[in-house]
């Protein structure tokens, strides 16, 4: 028995209970950063450049902007921003306070519905945007377009490295549904 009466599975239970809490709070933190630089290397990727086509040089201009898939990206990842936000703050002001970051069922049904929203709203974004990458770096096969990655690869950087940043979006958000269903799951 501890000094004030409890015994040690107590104890232990208390401190499983805080970890998970902490876990979800970093999770949503993870969740933040990742959505929040995604946009910020989306909104970043610009670059022209002269390209070769057959004895043509063609100059080229590529922003985010110029593609509705990328438009998608931007506009799901600042979403995610703010309900990640959200629940950050809300994470972090329940465990300064001591209270648990789920304090009822409903709640948690709220959090894993919106979670598995938004999950699903990266990893659409994230998926769109690759087509268009892909297609990007590929070129149009059945035409004489080229491979544009070559002539424009800061902005093929930029997009991929926004596109990965989506994906592990995607991984924290659904690891934070994760860990809401195992609240719903105790008793």
């Given at each position: 028995m501890t000094s004030n009466g409890e015994g040690g599975e107590v104890v232990a239970k208390r401190r499983r209970k805080g970890i998970k809490e902490l876990v979800q709070v970093?999770?949503?933190g993870g969740c933040l950063a990742a959505s929040a630089t995604a946009m910020a290397v989306m909104l970043t990727a610009t670059e022209e450049g002269v390209a070769d086509?057959?004895?043509?040089?063609?100059?080229?201009s590529?922003?985010?902007?110029?593609?509705p898939s990328y438009q998608?990206?931007?506009g799901a990842c600042a979403g995610t921003v703010l309900y990640s936000l959200l629940q950050l703050c809300l994470g972090v002001y329940r465990l300064v306070t001591g209270s648990p970051i789920t304090p009822s069922r409903f709640q948690a049904w709220l959090c894993f519905t919106s979670d598995q929203?938004?999950?699903?709203?990266?990893m659409s974004a994230g998926s769109a945007g690759?087509?268009?990458t892909?297609?990007?770096?590929t070129g149009i096969r059945h035409t004489p377009l080229p491979d544009f990655c070559k002539t424009l690869s800061s902005?093929?950087?930029?997009?991929?490295?926004?596109?990965l940043l989506v994906f592990l979006s995607f991984i924290f958000l659904a690891s934070s549904s994760f860990f809401t269903v195992l609240v719903l799951s105790t008793p």
């Open positions: 970093a999770l949503r086509i057959y004895g043509f040089k063609l100059t080229l590529s922003n985010w902007s110029f593609s998608y990206v931007v929203l938004f999950c699903y709203l990266m690759s087509g268009v892909n297609l990007n770096k902005f093929c950087n930029h997009v991929a490295l926004s596109l």
